[in-house]
Nanobody
Framework: QLQLVESGGGLVQSGGSLRLSCAAS????????IGWFRQAPGKEREGVSC????????NYADSVKGRFTISRDNAKNTVYLQMNSLKPEDTAVYYC?????????????????WGQGTQVTVSS
């Protein structure tokens, strides 16, 4: 069974850092582009970042550029989202998702496999 599991969320003060992990089981991440998305209460889901299959190409939402870094370790079947200089507006449930496309995009519609999410809360 294909499964994505996010971890690494938690409560952090404004300006702090967290590293989220997205681990895959039941399939090999090498063949998938991975996206990170987030959804805050009362708001629509937002694409945060994505990385292509090889890791050679990444994309970021303007709201996180320069603060977040996506990376992947295909040997560990895991994708990471390093989040620095966190702000209260980054508070949300963060989800990772997998797409069979060669390129990456922060458009959610192309992602067929989703994790359950991990809560990130940034206090002011």
């Amino acid at each position: 069974q294909l499964q994505l599991v996010e971890s690494g969320g938690g409560l952090v003060q404004s300006g702090g850092s967290l590293r989220l992990s997205c681990a895959a089981s039941g399939f090999t991440l090498d063949y998938y582009a991975i996206g990170w998305f987030r959804q805050a209460p009362g708001k629509e889901r937002e694409g945060v970042s994505c990385i292509n299959r090889s890791g050679s190409s990444t994309n970021y939402a303007d709201s996180v550029k320069g603060r977040f870094t996506i990376s992947r370790d295909n040997a560990k079947n895991t994708v990471y989202l390093q989040m620095n200089s966190l702000k209260p507006e980054d508070t949300a449930v963060y989800y990772c998702a997998a797409s069979t496309l060669f390129f990456c995009t922060v458009q959610a519609g192309v992602y067929g496999h989703w994790g359950q999410g991990t809560q990130v809360t940034v206090s002011s």
